[in-house]
Every structure is written in structure tokens, then in C-alpha cells.
């Protein structure tokens, strides 16, 4: 089924698409930050995902794709890295809107620590697996650079929503894994892994998507503040100088 990959991305993202546009929800006022967030963010996994392919960590498995190339990607892997940051920062969007997500601070230090301290362990004792060290390694780094160098106060709300994502995250990616297919549409070299897993999905998958989401989130809420703090200022002072309100861009 050459549409396979495809219609995962479709499935992905429509429903999230659709209720954006809902009156108590109103998500696509903030598709202009969506996408201005999603693009560098992309760009680096797009680059990571396309120097794995080609030193073969991961291939794709013609049986289920288009047969549409870039970078030597297939298409429907570049929408992945928008659809899924779509669908999970619409879900973070919507949860944070209508409930209290709050870590206390101290839990939420204590979590990014040893998470991010464990990761960093099992990424160097497996340096000779790309994957596994890849991937631990630079998801500790940007859990302790976005908590205590940039000081973020939202890390835990977004593990809290990421881990209400587990359900559709173990369909998505199973099925792309090879849950109920003869063959996986992503087909892993397992000397580049640690060859656990959940289901059929590599352990590595959850940190490695988590990364991906916590990035885009970083980029999404600064645009997110910088919008409102430019709105406010024009409600505040409406025959604001021309000049001003340029520097504020």
C-alpha cells in the first residue's frame, strides 16, 4: 500500500486541523507562531534524519511510500516533522487552555535532572550505537539547557501532555514500526540501537520524538509572548511612534 505513509500523516493531523478552528479552542490564531516555530526545528531533524538514512541507521521501506523524494527523504517523512509538532502542540495547547498543568518547581528540577542524568549515562556507554547515544545524549542537553540556562517554567506541563500523547503516540508509531504489517514502514538497523522494545517501537522513538516536541514547543511560546506583549503594547499606547513598534518586531 504506497499510501500508507501518507495517510498516517493525514490521520495525524486532520482532527487537530479541524478543531482548530473550534470558538473555545480558536488554535489556528496561533498557526503563524506554529509554523514560524516548526521551520528550524524541522530543518535539524530533517538534516539529523537524512545523515542517518544515508549511513544507514534507518531506511524506508519503498512498499509503503510514494515514491516522492527530497533530500533523499521521502515526502511523507518531511510532513511527519509537521504534522506530529502540530498535533502535539495542539494537544498541549488545548490542555493547558482548559486545565492546570503546573509541576511544583522543585519536581520538576528533580525530574529534568535525573532523567536528564540517566540518559546522559546510557548515551555514553553506548557511544558505538548512533541512535541510542544520538539521541540520549542531545535530549538530556536540551532538557537541562531549556530548564536551567533559558529557565522555562513549562518542562513539566509538556511531560505531563506527552505522556497523555503515550496512546496515539504507540498507534502512530507502531504502525510505522510494523505493528499489524507484514513489513515495518521504518526499517531499523538494530546494531544502532539498543534493540528494546515497546511493542515494535524502538525505545529510543520516545525520547527521540519528545526532543522533537520540546523544541518546537520553546520556539511556539517565546513567538506566543512576543505576540501578546506587541499586542498589549499597541492597545496600550494606539498612537505608539511607527519607529517603536518596529523595534518591537
Known sequence: MKSLYLLVDFFTIIIPLLFSFHPKINFYKTWKEFFIA???VAILFLLWDAIFTNIGVWNFNPRYITGIYFL???I???????????SCIFTYYCLNKFYNLSWKPQAENIFCIVLSISLLITGFIFLDKLYTSVTFI???FVCLFLKFVLKVN???????????????????NGILTGSGLEEPVVRYNNEENLNIRLFTIPVEDIFYGFELIILNLFIYLQLLRKKEFRERIIQSTPKAPSSFL???Q
Open 38 to 40: 516548526t521551520i528550524p
Open 72 to 74: 533523499k527523504l521521502p
Open 76 to 86: 511523507e517523512e518531511i510532513l511527519f516533522f509537521i504534522c506530529i509538532p502540530f
Open 138 to 140: 542531545s535530549t538530556a
Open 154 to 172: 513549562w518542562l513539566g506541563k509538556a511531560i505531563s501532555v506527552y505522556l497523555i500523547l503515550i496512546i496515539p503516540f504507540l498507534i502512530v
Open 246 to 248: 518596529e523595534e518591537l
